[in-house]
Structure formats: structure tokens, C-alpha cells
Nanobody, 126 residues
Framework: QVQLAESGGGVTQSGASLNLSCVASGRTASVYAMGWFRQGPGKEREFVSS????????RYADAVKGRFTISRDNAKREIYLQMNRLNPQDTATYYC???????????????????WGQGTQVTVSS
């Protein structure tokens, strides 16, 4: 099993920045690509961003492209999500996810991710 623990969420204002972190533990040798999803109030969970194992392939949802940056540090078993120019529509619980998909392209569908964290809340006020 793989455990994922997110941190870095909080309450902030429009235009501010937050940096989310996720650390993986357990049988991490079986994990390759990793990503972030979010679920806003009354909404379904949606893809935010992902990165492949090596870190050279990333993918972003259109809603966050140009504002969010995903990165990873395999030595630390961590991934990060730098979120800039936040707006109220970014308010959601953000989930870290780990995939056993090994490939050059970063996955984006939730069924491609096997392990999930508990989530960290991000609230952006106007």
C-alpha cells in the first residue's frame, strides 16, 4: 500500500498564492506518475494537474493552466502544486493521487490513479 499526505492548504484571498505538498510513504516503488485533483462545494471531483515519474511531462486542466505549476522531488517522495493568482473558483478540497501508470505522458483520468490522500482544504475569498 501507498499512503499520501497532503499539506499546505488554507484560507486566503483572491490573487494570493499557496503551495501544496504531498508526501508518499509505504510501497512507493510501485508508484510512478502523480497528480492533483480537487472537489469544490457541490461539484464532482476534477483533474487539476499531473506529472510523470521522471518529471519532464506535465499536464494541467484548462482552468489552472498558466497559474498552477506541478513539480516533484523523487528523492523526497514528494510532489508540489504551486498555485498563483488564486480565485474563489479554486476553492476546493485538493487531493494528491498516485498512479501505477508508467509512461512518457502524465495521466489525467481519475481511474488511472490508484492511491489517494485525505485531501487538504483551500478556501479563496473574494
Amino acid at each position: 500500500q501507498v499512503q499520501l499526505a497532503e499539506s499546505g492548504g488554507g484560507v486566503t484571498q483572491s490573487g494570493a498564492s499557496l503551495n501544496l505538498s504531498c508526501v508518499a510513504s509505504g510501497r512507493t516503488a510501485s508508484v510512478y506518475a502523480m497528480g492533483w485533483f480537487r472537489q469544490g462545494p457541490g461539484k464532482e471531483r476534477e483533474f487539476v494537474s499531473s506529472v510523470n515519474f521522471i518529471g519532464e511531462s506535465t499536464r494541467y486542466a484548462d482552468a489552472v493552466k498558466g497559474r498552477f505549476t506541478i513539480s516533484r522531488d523523487n528523492a523526497k517522495r514528494e510532489i508540489y502544486l504551486q498555485m498563483n493568482r488564486l480565485n474563489p473558483q479554486d476553492t476546493a478540497t485538493y487531493y494528491c493521487a498516485a498512479s501505477q501508470v508508467f509512461g512518457t505522458a502524465a495521466p489525467s483520468r481519475d481511474y488511472e490513479f490508484r492511491f489517494w490522500g485525505q485531501g487538504t482544504q483551500v478556501t479563496v475569498s473574494s
